[in-house]
């Protein structure tokens, strides 16, 4: 797959240098353009497995942007992310695939209204199982097959079945209710999102995403739809995870957050990375006149 010659979906203007073995996820002169407006401008960045990434600036910087495009939810105008070593932008690579390794959390939760809790949790990990299952054995079929008009000492062995759908289905829920007691939710495991606190639907969009078991979790501005005292039980098991060791990048207006959790922090405004270093070195000793600007604003409110 890494070798096959790569074809976009977007006409990539600036060539395809090598990646990083080393960085999880790698971004090479990304660029995103919505007509006119050009929302990111030639960024390049890694991120490395263990790293938690704070991404901050003022509103329209493109900071929500920047995250969609490292799943490829956006694709981008120019440029490229790799994914260990897969090129997210080449249609050549099964994004779906890849995309089974990064988590994703939005503001505004994305559960399904018309599941219950249980089901939101389950559906994901069932459904790719499942369709694993099904690739089994339709190899299968075709080796016993191929298998009728070859010798005998020409025959292929069957790939192993391991699984079947009722043992799928169970192990995806006993998971489910393993994470739904993490968070003392375990109660809500039959009843609709509509029906809960927005602090609780968004730590339950949290653990939906963990069930896939990500390699890295990306989050959009986990707390701003919350009501003030709902934020804190969404930053805590976010900050449980990030001291678990999980590699993350979250998209936050909360500073004090963003110090306290991240080994890194990007500052980004007008479509770059304007900044980025410690937090020591972005919320000590900032040394950028926007960035002093942008963190005066915001830690006098």
Do not use: W
Not at 97 to 109: E, K, L, P, Y
Request: proline share 5%; net charge positive.
């Amino acid at each position: 797959m890494k070798n096959a010659k790569p074809k976009f979906l977007n006409k990539r203007n600036t060539p395809v240098e090598p990646y990083d073995e080393k960085a999880l996820l790698e971004v090479q002169h990304l660029s995103k353009d919505y007509g006119q407006l050009k929302v990111l401008d030639d960024i390049s960045e890694k991120i490395y497995q263990g790293e938690k990434i704070a991404v901050i600036g003022p509103s329209g910087s493109g900071k929500s942007t920047f995250l969609r495009c490292l799943n490829v939810l956006e694709d981008p105008t120019d440029g490229y992310v790799f994914f260990e070593g897969n090129n997210l932008c080449d249609l050549n690579v099964d994004i779906n695939i890849q995309r089974r390794h990064i988590g994703m959390v939005f503001q505004s939760f994305n559960l399904f209204n018309n599941m219950t809790v249980l089901k939101n949790i389950t559906f994901a990990p069932i459904r790719v199982e499942l369709q694993d299952l099904k690739k089994i054995k339709r190899k299968n079929f075709f080796i016993k097959l191929t298998n009728l008009f070859k010798p005998k000492d020409k025959k292929v062995e069957t790939l192993p079945v391991k699984t079947d759908k009722k043992t799928i289905k169970k192990n995806a829920e006993e998971n489910a209710m393993r994470l739904l007691k993490r968070i003392g939710l375990e109660e809500k495991a039959n009843v609709y999102p509509s029906t809960l606190s927005g602090g609780q639907r968004q730590r339950i969009a949290i653990v939906r995403a963990l069930a896939m078991n990500p390699k890295v979790m990306l989050f959009d501005e986990p707390t701003s739809a919350l009501d003030p005292e709902m934020v804190g039980e969404v930053l805590a098991l976010i900050k449980e995870l990030a001291d678990e060791g999980m590699t993350m990048v979250i998209v936050t207006h909360e500073m004090a957050f963003a110090r306290e959790v991240s080994t890194r922090v990007l500052f980004m405004d007008g479509g770059k990375i304007e900044k980025q270093g410690t937090p020591d070195q972005i919320f000590g000793a900032p040394d950028n006149p926007r960035l002093k600007d942008f963190l005066s604003r915001v830690l006098s409110v």
